[in-house]
């Protein structure tokens, strides 16, 4: 417009260019106070022109654009209202059109997607008339309609509206303008809610060419694509993939918007939706949080962004389990977004739609049903009826339905979400999938395990087609199909679907997401079905510990894990360890949800299944009717969890002989499951069996008739028989199973939806609740009266060979042990792994016969104990068929095995004397004394009493005997050492001669060079000198000196026992394999060197690990397995070779050990099961004396004399099943539980992370690090978690005593505190001492000829310092790294123990002296005291009865005294040398030197050759220094204390002396100076005291006082030096 003609005023010319400037600077604030203070400006005109009013309305357009952004709706509709009418009067279609287009934009904001649509197309249609080749603006009308069909979920009509729309701007802008790659964008996002993620990357990919080629590569537009492949990403589970996307757009964004910009708040929080997913709870929050700091500081309090941020960080509590804080943040949102958008839009929806899902997680299904319809009815009248969001909506509230037990509703539900999805989104789409997976859940709840899976196949179908085959949604779908195979009882088949969920899972989103964690748990429960109750466990410790790391402690994922510990320790009969378990389950319940949840009905319903194994009958009717109270009133009356509830209170009654009040509840249960559409679930069929059991013992045989043929029909239907479905022990509890749901798509906030752990609600107890033997047919009966007869006879004289060795990999630290045996045993390779602490018994066996591949079949000791018994018992069974003899025992019995119910087991000392004539390898030892009333000779057998104890145990093991087949392998369990040298003092109690062992090396590592830890630091020890202390541990601590053939590639050579076989690592470091081999060969002949002795046990197998967890390329695969199938294959030739695999093992062992250690069989009666489980319950403990072995054994039959007991509790422990320790008490103890011991070990030795607690605790820790002493009370600290009684944490301390792990450090007085010596503990940065101020004597070695001894290990000289301690009582012992120095306090200098590879150095210092009379005179008394204490020689004593205790191999060997060689710094012995006249003349013994020279240390040390008739002198005139020097000392100390004592400390000074109350009065009444006062106590205390007088005692008393100054004054001169 022409200035001149113009009407507008300069000034207001002036307002519109500045907010024009403001608005291209992004400053909205800005742009817009200048808006408005033009049209205020305008306003104030009375007459206005045509021109004016046209820039009113642009004004007024240009404002409502502005509050769009700012998402200011209602300020936005007034004004482009207020525009649009103006343009109407200007007849100016142009601003008609543009007041349209922001009209229908803003509709569509709020919801109002049929308004909008009204607009646009108002709009489109003037854009026609005036351009009616299809324009520009038409093509943005396109586009725009185009949004609004997205929304509306009609996606074909949006992609037609965004191609009418491409197809314009190609025609005017050609193939690379930013407008066609803003369509690109908007198609993507179509093809991406679509599920075509791979269309979607397509159009997101052309719009970046485009934006590449048009613009710089940090443009806005390029950020923007990245953030939307992100999203792609995001929806195809590629979590890592998506981050990176958006940081990509961060990085432009951040220096074009700077850090402050809603832009940059979007991606954060999109980021935040990613973390997550990916269960980074605490960066999530993080994301959101710096997101909302930037919404709240750019739009407001109020703004629905903001709304968006507290909705999603909702969803980040909800996954949390914090439920209270997810609903609140849910409250703000809809506090925002009702005012802002109205109570009728989506978003509002979307929000009542997760509190929905926070009720039902919380069980409050009402509560949800409600929000799930206010929900619905908003998008019903907003989307329409057949939008996708509204089927959402049906499948949420399908789940609460399905959760009430409402299965019909349910299905309903789920039909009516597909009839939406399948036209709308097609019947490939993920929410399609979605609802066929819901509808497999229904279909598994109620027994229709067919229907299941085929629901599951067809989601399963349609995920694989739409996304790559690691996406989390395919891993869910696994999940499920699994869960319905344990229930159908096809374990390995549900394992094998667990596996591969668990290696997408791992996959996609690491090894420490809460995901996999739940596929732990369900793998646990598997194992816990098939009675494999170690494996169980620990699938729920691995779930646990990501649990616990991932998640809050309080999260019910978390209790579900508890739960279902509880359940195994039920099933294992330890009851009281199932009730903890159940309680602290309860309690997370209780603070999660409510006390109305059904997860605290169902844990009171568990604790009820244990109280009626332990027989509390009126317990368990407490905790049933607690469950029954809570389901009623959270699930209603027809709920199968309420069936499973009646079903155990009717169990109860049966077991009482309530048969009446039994089918009562059983009726209850049955009305219930048959009302829920269960007709045919296997459940129901069991019900039917029990109340048919009852019926029978009120002799109504035709209504138990009828209950059989209803069970029988079930069973038939079910096409399964009365033993496919198996309910193991565990089951007997209701377990918690992870039922997911498929991930689902959500714009507004994530499109995962939250897992939900289902309650897997299981039986309430087993098919043999009632009796052990149902009635059974002519032929059963004969078959099993015959198996009860080989069986008896199989205990007199049965054996068989042993099949079982125990495998150890041992090596230094961080060399790559448990990398090696995961390998080896087929594992996947972890990064950074946690070392091991002390040692892991792994519980995996190794197959030997033959080493598969592919084949991970997981072998348990207790099953291969089962093999062993059932072949013996096979072998006298044949033989009985074959030579038709029927023992005269299978007659005693005949009375005993038909019975129906079981009879009442009493304890009798009585016991049948068998005599065996099998033979082992076992030492035999002294008998136990025992009373006359327990006489260890046989009592006259009492048949009865014995048939009654076979017949449990026959009952036990007959079901196996049926079904096993004989079986010759053998196998070897791995175990796996810790190489840190603070625990070789602690690996001896678990070490066998009795076992093979790999010796792990790094070949990247020189074997002089010092140890590196996994954080790079050096050590002060080298890898030679801790192989050197693992072969003398291994070889030397065993006392078998026999030697065996093995042939290894053909070659027959003769080894020494035990077999260490050299293996080593880090090959991945090394690419020459010439070198490699050469690095080998150079460590063995260095350690050979090193080691001569140890040759003959030594294999060298050239075999070299590559351990890299980062390569997995085919050729590593490759070569591991070669390598473990040569490692295999040597194993083998060594195994079958042992004397240990050709003992023959009674019968009598295996069932020990099964009662001892392993748990009950699932396959076996409920009866029978808790009559084992009694056994364990009552009569076995974690550690227990050799007298209640004894006892257990004669009490059950299976004791024979006491050499076989000793023998039997040898090979357990040989097998690290127990722990055997004979050196306690007069017998020995037993340790059951090795698992427990060495988790007590690891709390009190594991001391590299500082414990939380008090200041007091955090102390105690530090001072056992820096001075090797540990207090009782930091042991009682460490060891509360375990909760042991005072008579087990004694026997516990006296074990660790019995192997010198602790020392008991004799307390001065009863008032302090005891101490333990523990020297391995201190840490290696201890300074060395200050040895300045004393005179030092020359070194005196104690140790062996190198072809004796050629190393002493940690281990021996940590109890060498202990044994010294314990003979000198020194309680101010110092240390520093592998040295000490012991004060002997009468003789007034110290004693220097220090470890010098394979020699043990001493020196002893004492006090230097100005006065050359006093030197001389100190001297002469400490030489004196040396050659007559001779301490030396109580040293080398020492060594030599720990070697001979502690190192068997080398029991004889002659301890010797050497000294060092001023020629070669050899040392050498002085044992041989004659008497020469020249005392101190030594001749070197080493060949090479052969030299004589002068030794200080003989005349310091080895005073035998001096003049005799000199020595009495000698000592005389010592003994006079040492006392003359005594009483110096002691005079000036007391001058010390009594000239700075108060007067008015002097009474307490003499109470604390323990002086007599008459004289500590009659001193303090005197009127003499408080100096003398003082001083006259202390001296009545040293005459009282004598030689017991101790100043080390008076320091700790002036402390006690608080006196510190004066304490530090007199310590100070009794050590000089410190």
């Known amino acids: ?180 790659a803003g369509t690109y964008n908007n198609m993507g996002l179509i093809y991406c809610k679509q ?58 964004d951040l ?44 739009l407001g309090d109020n703004h629905p962004e903001i709304a968006n941020v507290y909705n999603n960080m909702g969803m980040v509590y909800q996954s949390q389990g914090k439920y209270d804080e997810a609903l609140c943040m849910y409250e703000k949102s809809l506090k925002i977004n009702i005012p802002a958008l109205g109570d009728n839009h989506p978003s509002v929806a979307q929000t009542y739609n997760n509190m929905g899902d926070i009720y039902r997680n919380q ?81 598994k709840s109620q027994g229709k395990y067919d229907d299941a899976v085929c629901m599951y196949e067809k989601s399963l179908k349609i995920h694989l087609s739409v996304h790559n085959d690691n996406h989390p949604s395919i891993a869910v779908i696994y999940i499920n199909i699994g869960i319905v195979y344990r229930d159908q009882g096809k374990y390995d088949d549900a394992v094998s679907m667990y596996e591969k969920s668990l290696k997408i899972y791992l996959s996609a989103v690491g090894d420490d997401h809460p995901r996999v964690a739940r596929i732990y748990n369900n793998m646990g429960l598997v194992y816990g079905d098939q009675g494999k109750y170690d494996d169980a466990i620990s699938m729920y410790k691995k779930s646990l510990k990501i649990d616990l790391s991932a998640l809050d402690d309080n999260h019910p994922s978390i209790a579900d894990t508890y739960n279902n510990i509880g359940n195994i320790y039920g099933g294992q009969g330890r009851y009281d360890d199932a009730i903890y378990m159940y309680e602290k389950s309860l309690k997370i319940y209780l603070s999660a949800f409510h006390d109305n949840h059904p997860s605290v009905a169902r844990t009171y319903n568990n604790m009820g299944n244990i109280y009626f194994q332990q027989r509390k009958y009126d317990d368990a009717v407490r905790m049933y009717e607690k469950s029954l109270i809570i389901n009623l009133s959270a699930l209603g009356d027809n709920h199968p969890d309420i069936a499973s509830t009646y079903q155990g209170m009717g169990t109860l009654n049966a077991n009482q002989d309530k048969y009446d009040d039994a089918i009562v509840f059983y009726e209850r249960a049955i009305t219930i499951l048959v009302n829920a559409g269960l007709q045919n679930h296997p459940k129901l069929a069991r019900i039917y069996d029990y109340s048919a059991i009852c019926y029978d013992k009120l002799n109504r045989h035709d209504d138990a ?44 906030t994530k499109d995962f939806s939250n897992q939900q752990i289902q309650s897997q609600q ?55 042990k448990s990398s090696i045996m995961r390998v080896f045993t087929q594992q996947r390779l972890i990064h950074l792994q946690d070392p091991t602490q002390i040692a892991d018994q792994s519980d995996i066996m190794v197959h030997l016969k033959v080493y598969k591949i592919k084949d991970r079949t997981t072998y348990h000791l207790d099953q291969i104990w089962e093999n062993n018994i059932h072949e013996i018992v096979q072998e006298k069974y044949e033989d009985q068929i074959k030579n038709q003899q029927k023992s005269s025992i299978l007659e005693l019995s005949q009375g005993l095995i038909n019975e129906d119910f079981p009879i009442n087991h009493q304890n009798s000392s009585s016991a049948i004397r068998v005599q065996s004539t099998t033979t082992n390898q076992y030492a035999t030892a002294a008998p136990l004394a025992s009373s006359s009333n327990d006489a260890l000779t046989a009592s006259p057998i009492d048949y009865n009493l014995f048939l009654h104890q076979c017949r449990d145990f026959f009952q036990y093991f007959y079901p196996s005997l049926l079904n096993k087949a004989n079986d010759d392998s053998q196998y070897a369990k791995l175990w796996d050492f810790g190489g840190q040298s603070i625990y070789h003092v602690t690996h001896q109690p678990f070490l066998s001669g009795n076992s093979i062992y790999f010796l792990i090396f790094n070949i990247n590592q020189n074997i002089n060079d010092r140890v590196r830890t996994r954080s790079g630091s050096l050590l002060n020890i080298t890898y030679l000198q801790s192989t050197q202390e693992w072969l003398t541990s291994i070889i030397g601590g065993n006392a078998n000196q026999d030697k065996m053939i093995a042939t290894i590639n053909n070659d027959r050579v003769r080894y020494s026992l035990p077999i260490v076989i050299l293996v080593a690592s880090h090959g991945d470091y090394i690419s020459n394999r010439q070198e490699r081999i050469d690095r080998f060969i150079e460590f063995e002949q260095e350690l050979i060197s090193k080691m001569p002795r140890y040759k003959s046990n030594i294999y060298s197998s050239r075999i070299i690990f590559n351990c890299n967890p980062h ?87 299976l004791y024979e004399d006491d050499d076989k007991l000793i023998a039997m509790l040898s090979y357990l422990h040989d097998l690290g099943e127990i722990i055997f320790c004979r050196k306690v008490d007069e017998y020995g103890i037993i340790v059951t539980d090795v698992d427990w011991l060495l988790r007590i070990f690891r709390a009190i030795i594991q001391l590299h992370d500082c414990p939380s607690g008090s200041l007091d605790i955090k102390s105690l820790y530090k001072e056992a690090s820096r001075t090797g002493k540990i207090s009782t009370k930091y042991i009682d600290y460490v060891l509360a978690p375990f909760k042991l009684d005072d008579i087990t944490k004694k026997s516990i301390v006296t ?36 040895l300045t101020r004393y005179h030092v004597s020359q070194t005196l070695y104690i140790g062996y000829e190198h072809h004796d001894i050629p190393y002493i290990p940690d281990g021996i000289y940590y109890c060498l310092l202990s044994s010294c301690l314990k003979e000198w009582n020194n309680t101010k012992v110092e240390l520093y790294y592998r040295c000490a120095k012991f004060y002997l306090t009468h003789n007034c200098y110290y004693i220097i123990i220090k470890k010098d590879n394979a020699h043990i150095a001493l020196q002893y210092c004492y006090q230097k002296f100005d006065n050359p009379k006093s030197a001389d005179a100190i001297k002469s008394a400490v030489q004196i005291s040396i050659h007559k204490e001779r301490p030396h020689d109580i040293i080398k004593k020492k060594l030599s009865s720990l070697i001979n205790d502690r190192m068997p191999k080398f029991r004889g060997s002659t301890t010797r005294y050497y000294v060092r060689c001023h020629e070669c710094s050899k040392l050498t012995s002085i044992e041989n040398n004659g008497k020469l006249q020249n005392e101190n003349l030594i001749q070197c013994q080493n060949e090479s030197c052969d030299m004589l020279f002068e030794s200080q240390s003989m005349n310091e040390w080895i005073y035998e050759y001096a003049n005799e008739e000199h020595k009495n002198d000698r000592q005389e005139a010592a003994a006079y220094e040492i006392q003359k020097y005594e009483q110096d000392i002691f005079r000036e100390c007391f001058d010390i204390i009594a000239s700075r004592l108060d007067e008015n400390s002097s009474f307490r000074l003499g109470i604390r002396l323990n002086l007599p109350d008459k004289d500590v009065t009659e001193i303090d009444s005197q009127s003499t100076k408080s100096y003398q006062k003082i001083y006259q106590l202390l001296t009545s205390w040293r005459e009282q005291a004598g030689q017991h007088a101790d100043l080390n005692k008076i320091i700790t008393i002036l402390q006690d006082m608080n006196k510190n100054a004066i304490a530090d004054r007199v310590y100070a001169k009794i050590h000089p030096s410190q």
């Open 1 to 180: 417009m022409d200035d001149k003609q113009s009407t507008i005023p300069e000034d207001l010319k002036l307002l519109c260019s500045k907010a024009i400037t403001s608005g291209k600077e992004h400053e909205d604030e800005q742009s817009l106070f200048y808006f408005t203070q033009a049209l205020n400006q305008i306003e104030s005109i009375i007459d206005t022109t045509q021109e004016i009013e046209e820039l009113q309305c642009s004004i007024s357009i240009d404002i409502c654009d502005i509050y769009i952004r700012q998402h200011k709706i209602n300020e936005a509709n007034i004004i482009i209202n207020k525009a649009l009418k103006m343009a109407h009067k200007l007849q100016q279609q142009d601003k008609m059109v543009k007041c349209l287009d922001r009209r229908g934009e803003l509709k569509r904001l709020g919801g109002d997607y049929d308004g909008a649509l009204l607009d646009h197309n108002k709009s489109v249609e003037i854009k026609l008339k005036v351009d009616k080749n299809e324009g520009l603006d038409v093509s943005s009308s396109y586009n725009s309609i185009g949004n609004i069909y997205s929304h509306q979920g009609k996606y074909d009509d949006a992609v037609c509206m965004y191609e009418k729309s491409l197809q314009i701007f190609l025609s005017v802008f050609g193939d690379n303008h930013p407008t066609i």
């Open 195 to 252: 599920g075509k993620y791979d269309d979607a990357v397509c159009m997101y990919e052309k719009s970046l060419k485009i934006n590449l080629l048009t613009f710089d590569d940090d443009h806005p537009s390029i950020a923007q694509t990245y953030s939307n492949i992100g999203y792609v990403y995001k929806s195809q589970g590629k979590y890592d993939d998506a981050v990176y996307m958006y940081e990509k757009s961060l990085k432009i």
């Open 255 to 298: 220096p074009l918007f700077g850090d402050n910009h809603p832009r940059i708040a979007g991606t954060y929080c999109d980021m935040g939706l990613i973390y997550d997913l990916q269960c980074r709870y605490d960066e999530s929050v993080c994301m959101y949080e710096k997101s909302l700091k930037i919404f709240l500081s750019t």
């Open 363 to 443: 069980g409050k299904y009402d509560d949800a049903v409600c929000m799930h319809e206010k929900s619905l009815k908003i998008k019903l009248s907003v989307l329409g009826d057949n939008h996708s969001n509204v089927a959402q909506t049906y499948n949420n509230m399908g789940s609460v339905y399905n959760d009430q037990g409402k299965y019909d509703e349910a299905v309903c539900m789920y039909e009516k979400s597909l009839k939406i999805d399948i036209p709308a989104l097609g019947d490939n789409h993920p929410s399609v999938a979605q609802t066929y997976n819901n509808m497999g859940n229904i279909y």
């Open 705 to 748: 008739i009828a209950m059989r043929q209803r069970s029988s029909h079930i069973r038939s239907t079910l096409q399964q028989d009365n033993t496919t479905h198996q309910i193991s022990t565990s089951t007997i509890n209701q377990s918690t199973a992870t039922q997911e749901d498929v991930p689902k798509e959500n714009d507004l």
């Open 762 to 816: 299981m039986d309430n107890s087993s098919d043999d609740d009632h009796h052990s033997f149902v009635q059974k047919n002519h032929d059963q009966v004969l078959k099993e009266k015959q198996y009860f007869s080989a069986y008896v006879q199989a205990l007199q004289q049965g054996s068989c060979q042993n099949k079982v060795i125990r495998a150890m990999y041992a090596g230094p630290e961080c060399v790559g």
């Open 1111 to 1197: 390569d997995s390329s085919d050729a590593t695969v490759d070569e591991r397995q070669q390598c473990s199938l040569r490692l295999h294959e040597i194993m083998k030739s060594f195994v079958q070779s042992l004397p240990f695999m050709c003992n023959p093992i009674p019968i009598r062992w295996y069932i020990m050990a099964t009662i001892l250690h392993k748990p009950i069989d699932s396959s076996m009666t409920e009866i029978v099961s808790s009559f084992m489980n009694q056994i364990r319950a009552t009569r076995v403990h974690k550690i227990m004396t050799m007298q209640e072995i004894h006892s257990l054994a004669k009490d059950f039959g």
């Open 1295 to 1330: 074990l660790m005593e019995t192997y010198d792990i602790l020392c008991t450090i004799k307390r001065d007085s009863k008032q302090d505190e005891c101490h333990y010596f523990v020297p391995y503990l201190l840490q290696p940065d201890v300074k060395p001492f200050d």
